[in-house]
């Protein structure tokens, strides 16, 4: 199962994530929860202790590259179980935190 949270800012996206992620862990289930926000705060809602670092993915970590029939796509650099193992952050309830590519610089738009 994915399950994708997207909203206006404010609207309570990350609770509500923290909350859905947890409640499946407690039944079971594995979890695993990344935060996309360019100010990610799912770590604390999830019940990570304040101070708690955690490296975020690097943007190498996807290329894009063209198929046989000339279509651009998004592909991963490593396996997933790699990604996870280094870049991956244990949380309370047993979910596995990833923190997606931060802001580093305010660039052209």
Same mark, same amino acid.
């Given at each position: 199962?994915?399950?994708?949270?997207?909203?206006?800012?404010?609207?309570?996206?990350?609770?509500?994530?923290?909350?859905?992620?947890?409640? @499946?862990? /407690?039944?079971?289930?594995?979890?695993?929860?990344?935060? &996309?926000?360019?100010? !990610?705060?799912?770590?604390?809602? +999830?019940?990570v202790g304040p101070g708690v670092e955690i490296e975020?993915?690097?943007?190498s970590i996807v290329e894009r590259r063209e198929d046989?029939?000339?279509?651009?796509?998004?592909? @991963?650099? /490593?396996?997933?179980?790699?990604?996870?193992?280094?870049? &991956?952050?244990?949380? !309370?309830?047993?979910?596995?935190? +990833?923190?997606?590519?931060?802001?580093?610089h305010a660039g052209a738009g």
């Amino acid at each position: 199962m994915k399950i994708a949270v997207s909203g206006k800012g404010g609207s309570g996206k990350t609770t509500i994530s923290a909350t859905l992620t947890r409640l @499946l862990a /407690r039944r079971g289930l594995p979890v695993l929860a990344i935060d &996309g926000d360019p100010n !990610p705060n799912l770590l604390q809602a +999830l019940g990570v202790g304040p101070g708690v670092e955690i490296e975020s993915i690097p943007r190498s970590i996807v290329e894009r590259r063209e198929d046989e029939t000339g279509a651009t796509r998004h592909v @991963l650099t /490593r396996p997933v179980a790699e990604i996870i193992g280094q870049y &991956g952050l244990k949380a !309370p309830d047993g979910v596995t935190v +990833l923190v997606g590519t931060r802001v580093d610089h305010a660039g052209a738009g």
